[in-house]
């Protein structure tokens, strides 16, 4: 697309969406002239990372700004999704409920839960190829317990819920974003009918990220926040269990502002997590949520990159230490890496960009294989490449499956 089709194309869509130019620009990170150059096609925008923000800000298609079909850049993909997405489909023991034979199956709840919680264990350690071999098998024994006759409801829920629970995160993390929306829906069911108000919660938490990967922040920080808000009217004055589960929901809340640019929410919501951080005293990793003081570092690190905001999220990456978060936190150390890589392509700063990525991939190679993140940050990195500044670069593509 030349630049003037793509100049006209962005300020029909800005005027549409109410936007002026200064505010259009302050959500890029850009000054206001040059948005002003690029709509009048003086400027043209080479940046994979700009485009995609100017998508997503303004409602748009990427290939209303490419002029290009939507292309996949990379050919890793999660293979275990599609045996998940089998034994998601499978209600073959409504055969013998129905029937009334007597021959139901028996599954046991409480080890069905542990199971679980080892496997969410082994996916915040990212070793995604393993939880996703565990994962069809609990699925089906989820299936299996809930249509067990005179079973403990609240323990069979309870485990549903967080077999549900790991399908959704993980999921989600490899970017199949349809099939973790079940996955979290499912999970929000069993929780709700598991009698267990924090449980409850926990889905609320989990189902909002789900909602942010689909595109809709809204809703996603309206059901963190619902959550927050009833959580907080029983924090008397609050278990370790409750401050994680009720910090975690304003840094669900946080990211769902971010990722609909609200700026003045996003602080706000981070203060608010970093309350109950404080009040919690320490990184813990109560009901999966990995909270503590220096997951509010993180999230301010991934806020400030969705606002544009690169500076703030190299200065707080930079002089984070990780070395406080629980051992098995694999995935959190790397996604900071992640992230920090993100920011300094976004600055330009493209060899830094690829150390810090192979500082994730040494960390954990599993979430660089399959991270729609890495994906995008390593396209761009391509898109301007200079091979002798940045000699791991290409081979690091290959290895992500990034044509």
């Avoid at 300020?11 to 200064?22: F, H, T, V």
């Avoid at 000054?31 to 002003?36: F, P």
């Avoid at 549903?160 to 970017?175: D, H, K």
């Avoid at 997951?295 to 990456?317: C, E, L, P, Y």
Wanted: net charge positive; aromatic share 4%; glycine share 6%.
């Amino acid at each position: 697309m030349d630049p003037a089709t793509r100049g006209q194309t962005i300020k029909r869509a800005r005027r549409r969406r109410g936007y002026s130019q200064s505010v259009l620009a302050g959500l890029l990170g850009r000054s206001e002239s040059w948005l002003s150059q690029v709509e009048r096609g003086i400027l043209t925008v080479d940046s994979h990372e700009i485009l995609t923000r100017l998508a997503r800000i303004l409602h748009l298609d990427l290939a209303e700004l490419t002029g290009t079909e939507p292309e996949a850049v990379t050919d890793m993909r999660y293979d275990a999704a599609r045996a998940i997405e089998r034994a998601m489909m499978r209600y073959s023991t409504l055969e013998t409920i129905v029937a009334e034979t007597g021959q139901e199956p028996r599954t046991d709840s409480a080890a069905l839960l542990t199971q679980a919680h080892h496997t969410y264990a082994a996916y915040q350690a990212a070793r995604y190829d393993e939880v996703g071999r565990r994962l069809p098998r609990l699925i089906r024994e989820a299936e299996a317990a809930a249509h067990t006759p005179a079973a403990d409801r609240s323990a069979t829920c309870a485990a549903r819920a967080m077999v549900y629970n790991t399908t959704a995160a993980l999921l989600r993390r490899v970017g199949e974003k349809h099939l973790a929306w079940q996955a979290a829906d499912r999970a929000m069911t069993a929780a709700t009918w598991s009698d267990d108000p924090l449980l409850a919660a926990v889905g609320a938490y989990r189902l909002a990220y789900v909602f942010i990967s689909r595109g809709h922040p809204t809703e996603a920080a309206e059901l963190a926040m619902g959550a927050a808000s009833a959580l907080d009217r029983r924090m008397r004055p609050g278990t370790p269990e409750e401050l994680s589960v009720y910090g975690g929901l304003h840094l669900a809340a946080a990211t769902a502002a971010a990722a609909g640019f609200d700026r003045t929410a996003v602080p706000r919501l981070l203060a608010q997590a970093r309350r109950a951080a404080d009040r919690l005293g320490a990184d813990r990793n109560l009901h999966g949520t990995a909270f503590g003081p220096t997951n509010v570092a993180i999230h301010t690190i991934s806020t400030s990159i969705a606002i544009g905001d690169a500076r703030t999220a190299i200065d707080t990456g930079e002089a984070l230490d990780v070395g406080s978060l629980p051992a098995g936190l694999v995935g959190r150390r790397a996604q900071v890496c992640l992230d920090l890589a993100r920011a300094y392509t976004q600055k330009r700063q493209d060899a830094a960009a690829v150390h810090t990525l192979v500082d994730a991939e040494r960390i954990a190679p599993e979430l660089i294989r399959y991270h729609s993140g890495t994906a995008a940050v390593l396209t761009e990195l391509l898109r301007r490449e200079h091979r002798r500044s940045t000699p791991e670069l290409r081979p690091l593509a290959a290895r992500a499956g990034v044509a």
